[in-house]
């Protein structure tokens, strides 16, 4: 059990619980002895951005009030074409073990909340709701837990001050100041997420560099980007939708208070790395991870895990890969995926099994041979890593949707061994006959929305609404990029530079 005294997280410590363990009471407490004058729901809605109903502590009544039941909202406003304007009352119900100190005001207590009906139940038309069934149901037809995390890639975008130091385009893999302008803001970041969450393993900087990127965008253009990695660690995935929330929230708004910008966009130039939002995923039974089987291969649980996602990768790529740039990111020699497969150690595959710290021996004598302490107990953390979505996702509903193809792939005989023919050794992009036996990830908006037509059923069997598969569906299809890259290649390369930059920058802050 962890020591909850030496617990990064502030309210952690001085409630002296861990969250899974709060109760009402606890906060209540918390509240009144600290002073606490606004307590803050928050609550993500259907544009991926986390809202905010401040609700200042009056009395202690009132309180109580509110942290037992919430408060109402208006379901159209948060969820348009999902809820009617004539039925549209929800709501805002805080749970307690997704509460944090607010950042900036230590008199503010903020909760994450999630949705119920007018009969007091979980809302099953909300992106939240239908994330925390999902992942309840495969606990239930599996016996299995499944627990995930998620790699947030992120565009900083500086003022540019001066040119000292200046970086190289595509060559900023875990770059270190100085030839890093942004660092201050993201030891902020760093700082502030893991004080919230509890759940940060690291955070660097990526590959992609601009030193001067240019933009019809007043707001990007000739600033300087840098492109940034902050990483989390295994947690239950319903919770991943929660704290991936708050943690895009916290990116935006401490870049903002640096006066400087942050965009989740999947593209910003041609030829320049993407940013993706990969997924690592982890079965675990009775809290023993579940994914290494006897000899330390991959367990028949873990073929059917990728088996499950596999078997149904064109359609999930319409819940993480939303607008014209996603498609523009996934080409091959990024390190981006468009084919379906998976390989170990393998960054051409869909579906990565990284490095799990499980080898026969102590990495810490190979380079310190005189140490003499305990070596740690469960080391080895093997997970299946998700390369395609990228930060414009619709991040419940991914999660969602991965979670009900997992669970397919638990209960099926055949995903086990679908998943040991789609294994690749190599990378797939430098043998032409080895590419061309891999079926396509759809290469458009419009394709991937086609796909997610055609497999609407087996979402909506396992509890995503009809109206949220449409205004997925319609999102896509609003890209119109079908036939995109032959037109682009049609124009000049001036013009077909200016036209990708217009198509990459058009939703610089709509997810």
């Known amino acids: ?64 009030r509110i942290l037992a039941a919430g408060e109402r909202v208006d379901g159209s406003s948060l969820f348009p074409t999902i809820f009617d304007s004539g039925s549209s009352d929800l709501y805002v119900v805080p749970v307690y073990r997704w509460a944090f100190r607010n950042p900036w005001a230590d008199d503010e207590l903020d909760i994450v909340c999630r949705f119920a009906d007018h009969h007091g139940a979980p809302c099953p038309g909300t992106p939240d709701n239908v994330l925390a069934a999902s992942a309840a149901r495969l606990r239930e037809s599996t016996g299995l837990d499944l627990k995930a995390l998620a790699e947030l890639e992120f565009y900083l975008i500086l003022e540019r001050t001066d040119d000292r130091f200046t970086g190289k385009a595509q060559r900023n893999y875990q770059q270190s100041g ?3 302008h942004g660092g201050a803001i993201v030891d902020d970041i760093v700082r502030t997420v893991s004080a919230v969450t509890g759940g940060v393993k690291y955070c660097h900087s990526e590959v992609g560099y601009i030193d001067r990127i240019e933009s019809h965008d007043p707001e990007i253009d000739s600033r300087r980007v840098e492109q940034y990695e902050l990483e989390f660690d295994l947690m239950p995935i319903e919770d991943l939708g929660c704290w991936l929330t708050v943690a895009r929230w916290l990116v935006r708004a401490i870049a903002d ?37 006897e000899g330390g291969g991959m367990s028949d649980e873990a073929l059917r895990l990728i088996g499950g996602i596999l078997g ?6 319409s819940f993480g890969s939303t607008v014209t740039a996603s498609y523009l990111r996934l080409v091959p020699g990024q390190e981006a995926p468009t084919r379906i497969c998976w390989g170990r150690r393998n960054r051409s595959s869909l579906l990565r099994v990284p490095l799990d710290f499980a080898v026969e021996g102590r990495l810490d004598r190979a380079m310190n041979p005189g140490e003499r302490g305990d070596y740690p107990d469960s080391l080895g953390r093997p997970t299946v890593e998700y390369r395609g979505p990228d930060g414009c996702a619709f991040t419940h509903l991914l999660l969602s949707a991965i979670t009900v193809c997992i669970e397919e792939g638990l209960l099926s005989e055949e995903s086990a061994p ?27 908006a419009v394709q ?15 509890g995503f609404p009809r109206r949220l598969i449409d205004v997925v569906i319609r999102k896509l299809e609003a890209e119109a ?15 077909r530079l200016v036209e990708s930059r217009r198509l990459m920058h058009k939703d610089l802050h709509k997810h």
């Not at 009402?24 to 729901?41: A, I, M, P, Q, W």
């Not at 040991?420 to 290469?443: D, H, M, Q, S, W």
């Open 1 to 64: 059990m962890k020591n909850v005294s030496t617990d990064i997280r502030p309210l952690v410590r001085e409630i002296g619980k861990a969250p899974c363990e709060w109760q009402r009471e606890d906060l209540v407490r918390y509240c009144l002895e600290k002073g606490v004058t606004s307590v803050n729901f928050r609550y993500p809605a259907l544009d991926n951005k986390l809202k905010e109903l401040r609700l200042p502590v009056n009395s202690e009544t009132y309180l109580r």
């Open 178 to 180: 100085p030839y890093l």
């Open 257 to 293: 208070r640096h006066r400087a910008s942050v965009t989740y966009l999947p593209k910003l130039d041609q030829g320049m790395a993407g940013s993706g939002m990969h997924i690592h995923l982890a079965l675990e039974r009775e809290v023993d991870n579940a994914m290494l089987g």
């Open 312 to 317: 149904h990768a064109k359609e999930l790529t």
């Open 418 to 444: 679908f998943a040991a023919g789609l294994e690749v050794k190599e990378n797939i992009f430098r043998n032409k006959e080895l590419l061309a036996t891999l079926e396509e990830l759809p290469p458009t």
């Open 448 to 462: 991937a929305a086609a796909s997610l037509k055609e497999k609407r059923d087996f979402f909506e069997k396992r």
């Open 481 to 495: 990029d079908i036939g995109l890259s032959e037109k682009l290649r049609a124009l000049p390369a001036s013009e």
